[in-house]
């Protein structure tokens, strides 16, 4: 299945460079370090007996730090949705359940331009083509199927007032991962494994598919990653 692939073959790397550090570590292999004694001279002091203040003081300290972003409200009402975002997951939903991934061509071909679906789609000149070569049977029905759980899941409306706004599912792609209560951690099973889960949460992050629909309903992707 794509998920363990992905998740897998981060963790191969990650793996590789610990075991390389941890190697290092166990040989004993070191250098001599030269040291040399420093003598830091006092402060001048001013006319007034105060001591001036170093320039690099104020690089020195520690910046402030900036409270962390509010979490996007999880919407799971789709009728909250704009029509033209409604009407569009209305038809992915649609096209997903009939089990044929040719059903996605005329929404894609309506869309003006593909979707993004990966780094690698862009060297395909087919996005049907690319989305089968993804997955784990030969017609692309696990695709469909993926695509159909994640827009059956909660949503969240991202990045409002910008270019790059839109409406993204599942709402773990923009929720920290590590904070999932119970209740929410079911949700995510149905669309993942608990062992895809215990990779992500290394990253601190949700790795899997997601699926992001601009305000004016423009499928804008779907796609594995942060």
Excluded: C
């Amino acid at each position: 299945m794509l998920t363990r692939w992905t998740m897998a073959g981060v963790a191969v790397a990650m793996t590789a460079l610990g075991a390389t550090g941890a190697h290092a570590l166990a040989s004993g292999e070191s250098k001599p370090v030269q040291t040399q004694r420093i003598v830091i001279p006092p402060d001048p002091v001013d006319e007034d007996g105060a001591t001036a203040s170093d320039p690099t003081d104020a690089a020195a300290a520690p910046a402030t730090i900036t409270p962390d972003e509010p979490l996007p409200t999880i919407e799971y009402d789709v009728s909250k949705l704009p029509e033209p975002v409604r009407k569009l997951r209305e038809k992915l939903l649609e096209a997903a359940k009939t089990g044929d991934i040719e059903k996605l061509r005329p929404i894609i071909d309506a869309n003006g331009s593909p979707p993004n679906l990966g780094a690698d789609s862009s060297q395909e000149q087919d996005p049907i083509a690319f989305l089968k070569s993804q997955s784990g049977d030969a017609e692309g029905r696990e695709v469909l199927a993926i695509l159909s759980e994640v827009l059956d899941a909660g949503y969240v409306h991202v990045d409002i007032g910008t270019p790059q706004e839109s409406y993204v599912w599942p709402y773990f792609a923009r929720y920290p991962i590590n904070d999932l209560t119970p209740p929410q951690m079911v949700e995510l099973f149905r669309i993942l494994t608990s062992s895809d889960y215990d990779e992500m949460k290394s990253f601190g992050a949700y790795l899997f598919y997601r699926v992001g629909i601009a305000p004016d309903g423009t499928w804008t992707n779907f796609e594995v990653g942060d």
